[in-house]
């Protein structure tokens, strides 16, 4: 059996696409079965759904979705045994598709053309001749001789079948250009998918020996780059079976249009120097450090923009200093990169529309601050390489011991941009609780966003920012 999706909204709204296995993965996500739109269907987890056979049966189970999978408009809780014309939902805004059940063809048996039966001449009740008219002489001429009966039959027959022939070979030809036209359409799309499938696999094999020339340095670009190689070596030995129909075909191009734009961001991000931006920034980074009337403790990244002889300002996020109930924090500080030394902060402005916060230490001989801030809109762009400088483990350091013995120490990580909104970056990296608060670098050492939070479900690897731009009404009020 086969599955069919017809996708009823959402991105792919009109497309349908037939789906053959045990197993199918729905989601966002690039290696899915069943894949959505990564941009548009934010409704829609990266593993949201998946659908495996059981005793003849497809099966439809959550992955553990953040808004849900429905059926037929009722929210799924448990799992459920898919039959044709079944909607299924994901999120309660998301997109739908309906699934049909493509099963195999029963045996065929043609039936034939039969020829109409051969009508049988009715007996004459009288002599074929008719005797002479009364008071006829008996020499009196007869008429001349008509057809037999055995001929009439014959003449009959003859002209029924013949209309019953010419239908035949009329059906019969039909019949021969229907066929040839049917398989001259399947050896033409043979070939058209045997040379999409050379195509394809030429691509593969590029993407094998480009990946095999990066230098991976940092470990989190590493495992991105891992990753990748894992991708690319199964698409490839999906897409040499010979057994993948056009259908199918267009699945494995969509995954490696994704492998190949996933090879350039990784490519982009490997051509960082990532070592200069860390010497350039990294002494200008340190840890906030909130405490609340209710005893609850919170941490962040921030970076200082500006130094006076007496002070400095720092930006970070909103809510690292506020918390979730945006209350004041009754101890503010912030350790800087190198120190463990805690230097007291106090709140100037926060932003009313965006996750920032502008922070303000008073240090005798000013703070050190980041080397360059990029004002320009939009800072970056899709596909553009990012470097982001701060803690993602917080005060938790990674070889354990004592952050006031021996001082903090910033990560620095790698990603790539995949999309840019007035108020928003979105970029492949790693963030974590800690993250929040941390500069993002672009190519020149510029920073061009601050960390704010990521997808949830993605364990940390669709990380969002906010434009520095923001920053500018933020000292703009201090005039």
Known sequence: MRARFEFLSGAREGESEVLDGNYLQLGRHSSSSLRFDAERDLQVSGHHATIFLRGGYYV?????STNGTFINAVRLTADHILADEDEIQFGPQG???RFRIIRESADHHPGGFRPAPIPRAPQPAEPVFPAAAEGSSESARR?????GTRTRIRAEVARQTATVRRRLYAVAAVATIAVSAVVWQRLTQNASVEK???AMLDQVDSLMR???SLTINVQTLRERFDSAQRETARLRDLVSRPDQGVDEMRVLRRQLEDALAHQRHIALAASLDVEAIARANQDAVGIVLAEFADGTRTTGTAFGIRSDPGAGLILTNKHVILGDREDQPIHLGIVFEGSSQNFRADVVSTHPDVDMALLRVRVRGGIPQVASLRWREPPVAVGDAVAILGYPLGLDLPMGGDW??????????????TRVLPDLIQFDSFGVEGSSGSPV???QGNVVGIVFGGETGRGGRIVYAVPIVYALELLDGLR
Do not use: C, H, N, Y
């Open 210 to 212: 480009e990946l095999g």
């Open 60 to 64: 439809l189970r959550d992955a553990g």
């Open 196 to 198: 999409e499938r050379q």
């Open 143 to 147: 008429a001349g001789p008509g057809p």
């Open 404 to 417: 006031q013995e021996v001082g903090i120490t910033a990560t620095i990580m790698t990603g790539s941009v």
């Open 441 to 443: 670098f672009d190519r």
């Open 95 to 97: 997109p739908t598709v």
